[in-house]
């Protein structure tokens, strides 16, 4: 069972569409489960708006504390765009909120682009295998390059982290929900990955 958080930010509609489609089994959370028992196998944070705001609905709805405790027990979690944000430790966006501490630094906003948002289908390139396929991205914040990188994507003279893993807990700045068979694939390839 996976379980998708809705706390008001999300594209809750089209990750559940996506796994149904893979024929995964999902439930759309508002807050935490009071059992530890209820709790699903694995988590996807999805996310769409300004980092403060997501953050402080994620607090006024249970959900920080708990989202400490299933990362502190190594659980899976995927962060989707500005879920993968709310992963890092915090956002340029909004320099007065801490984010949830899994990746190491903060989102920061896009420099050396033409225009922003960066809006469409861009390529993300695992560096180690070569391997480089279209995504759909929509964002104006993203995590640098770091530690917790495994893929890249470039929009003119600026690179950035579009997908990023640490342990069970794995970020894609893209929406892979959006991106077709390909993204279909890398979703359902990772949540194997994570032991889903």
Avoid at 128 to 157: E, M, N, Q, R
Avoid at 163 to 171: D, E, S, T
């Amino acid at each position: 069972m996976i379980g998708i958080i809705d706390y008001g930010a999300g594209n809750v509609g089209n990750i559940r569409r996506a796994l149904d489609f893979m024929k995964r089994e999902s439930v759309v959370l508002v807050s935490p489960p009071s059992e530890r028992s209820s709790m699903p196998d694995a988590l996807i944070l999805p996310g769409v708006g300004s980092f403060g705001p997501a953050m402080s609905k994620i607090g006024s709805s249970g959900w920080r504390e708990a989202l400490h405790i299933w990362i502190h027990d190594e659980r899976p979690i995927i962060g989707i765009c500005l879920g993968m944000q709310l992963l890092c430790e915090g956002s340029e966006e909004d320099n007065t909120i801490k984010g949830l501490g899994i990746f190491d630094g903060k989102a920061l906003k896009l420099k050396g682009t033409k225009k922003l948002p960066h809006i469409g289908w861009n390529t993300v390139t695992w560096p180690d295998s070569g391997k480089s396929p279209c995504f759909y991205f929509v964002h104006s914040f993203a995590l640098p390059v770091c530690s917790d990188t495994i893929a890249v994507t470039s929009v003119d003279s600026c690179v950035f982290t579009s997908i990023a893993r640490k342990g069970r807990a794995l970020g894609f700045q893209f929406h892979p929900e959006r991106s077709g068979s390909a993204g279909l694939d890398l979703l359902g390839e990772s949540l194997r990955e994570l032991g889903v």
